[in-house]
């Protein structure tokens, strides 16, 4: 996020499938007394968000908007295991970095960001909702706004009544389909008159009698939030109370929702949305009230939310399914003997440039030193003395001035053979940070995700290892 700094802040954070945790999460305690794992509030440089969203490819793109301070959001990743939301932010948006870095530095302070539910896992992925193929749900719609209720409900409760411009390409959908709120609502000062960028005929009519929003403005934007959900579309709020004050729901009600709701569910989401858009905020609902109004609308929930949206579940592919390569499938096997074998007959053929940069620096004497730790690491490598491997491969790496994604790859494995899969799953994360496209590198990490039972993060990574084996050979 932020194209005007050099770094920027984001959050992401999943609750792991299996427990396991690391020195990036901490534990939390929610007042219910159940326990999850919260990822700290990183920072991130750019070079990281580039690599992330394949260098803010125009195929990445989820949505863009905004006239005052244009803005683009990419889906990206940063590993297998974690799927980001970029927002890049255009320069008018933020002309003082330090405006954005303080910012910043608010939500840091809240543990639970603007993206956790009441205990529910936090922002992890991008939007992929359907629409444009397949109307959604009426229960998915549902779903939608109580829990973007819950969202504002849970940081009210922690101080953070104020959301700037709550609408439509705010919703954000996790691996699993449940409903997300970005935290980019939360950044802005209320008085910087920029709060709102989208059409000010959605804008909550306080703002403009005063330039600055309340909670009460916030309720109002919900409002908005659901004339979306029952029309499919984006009605301004003064033509959606005329066609409700002339008892017109049929030019308000979605035509593709015929048959899914019965008239007392359609009247009591409208009944709703008119007090959520009262002219006057204190005639509007607090955000306790709507969620309470709302709770016993949902339909369907037992239902998964990926079974709603007619998405596989984590939006991955089974392993079956996938066309394997030989090392592809000894990953997929955590057969580390065929893998062995593959990486040494391999070489170092994918280290691009690695070769000629080794050669010109044999001259000195300290990169001799280092050559010989190389040496020494392939050659234990290949008698399969794995921990000396290690030893050798992280010599050769504590230097700095030589870059081999082979190397990573190698002591990955050594790692693996060591019963080491969290230093294994980190050398193919740093692996993939050298070479993005690298298929090897994410075979390497499906197998690691594997050994710590991490099944649908590991089919991730074999999938998107043979999308990009896929395409190397394409372009041959």
């Known amino acids: 996020m932020g194209a005007c700094v050099s770094k920027a802040t984001a959050c992401c954070c999943r609750k792991p499938s299996n427990g396991v945790t690391n020195d990036t999460t901490e534990t939390v305690t929610e007042e219910q007394g159940e326990a999850y794992e919260l990822p700290v509030f990183q920072e991130f440089s750019f070079e990281q968000l580039r690599l992330a969203t394949s260098g803010f490819a125009v195929e990445n793109i989820v949505s863009e908007h905004g006239e005052k301070a244009p803005n683009v959001v990419y889906k990206g990743k940063l590993d297998a295991q974690r799927r980001i939301a970029v927002k890049r932010f255009n320069r008018s948006a933020?002309?003082?970095?330090?405006?954005?870095?303080?910012?910043?530095?608010?939500?840091?302070?809240?543990p639970f960001h603007l993206c956790a539910f009441g205990g529910r896992d936090c922002l992890v992925g991008y939007c992929a909702g359907s629409g444009e193929s397949q109307a959604m749900k009426w229960p998915m719609r549902l779903r939608v706004?109580?829990?973007?209720?819950?969202?504002?409900?849970?940081?009210t409760g922690r101080g953070r009544a104020l959301y700037h411009d709550l609408n439509a390409y705010r919703v954000l959908f996790d691996d699993d389909c449940n409903p997300r709120l970005s935290c980019f609502g939360l950044m802005k000062n209320s008085r910087d008159g920029k709060s709102y960028s989208t059409n000010l005929a959605f804008t909550p009519p306080e703002y403009m009698r005063t330039g600055r929003i309340t909670p009460e403005s916030v309720i109002y934007s919900f409002g908005t939030l659901l004339l979306d959900v029952l029309s499919g579309k984006h009605i301004p709020p003064s033509h959606a109370l005329d066609l409700i004050r002339d008892r017109n729901f049929n030019m308000l009600t979605d035509s593709c929702l015929e048959g899914q709701?019965?008239?007392?569910?359609?009247?009591?989401?409208?009944?709703?949305?008119?007090?959520?858009l009262h002219y006057e905020p204190r005639e509007r609902p607090n955000v306790r009230s709507v969620v309470q109004a709302l709770t016993p609308l949902q339909k369907d929930v037992e239902t998964p939310s990926y079974e709603l949206m007619c998405i596989p579940r984590g939006g991955a592919s089974s392993i079956q399914s996938l066309s394997l390569s030989p090392l592809a499938e000894a990953c997929s096997r955590k057969d580390l003997t065929a893998i062995h074998e593959i990486l040494e007959k391999t070489g170092y053929k994918d280290d691009e440039g690695t070769a000629n940069e080794l050669s010109f620096q044999m001259w000195t004497n300290q990169m001799q030193d280092t050559l010989n730790s190389k040496k020494k690491g392939d050659n234990a490598f290949r008698q399969k003395d794995f921990t000396t491997a290690i030893d050798s491969y992280s010599q050769f790496i504590e230097v700095g001035t030589m870059v081999s994604p082979t190397i990573y790859a190698r002591?990955?494995?050594?790692?693996?053979?060591?019963?080491?899969?969290?230093?294994?799953?980190?050398d193919a994360m740093q692996a993939l940070v050298i070479s993005p496209t690298w298929s090897t590198a994410f075979y390497l990490q499906a197998a690691a995700l594997l050994t710590l039972g991490m099944e649908n993060e590991a089919q991730e990574a074999l999938k998107d290892g043979c999308n990009h084996e896929q395409s190397s050979s394409s372009g041959r």
């Open 94 to 110: 933020w002309p003082d970095s330090r405006q954005f870095l303080v910012s910043s530095d608010c939500l840091r302070s809240y």
């Open 411 to 426: 002591r990955c494995l050594s790692y693996l053979m060591n019963d080491m899969p969290q230093q294994a799953l980190s």
């Open 145 to 155: 706004v109580l829990y973007l209720a819950e969202a504002l409900e849970y940081c």
């Open 261 to 276: 709701f019965s008239n007392e569910e359609g009247t009591e989401l409208v009944r709703l949305a008119s007090r959520c």
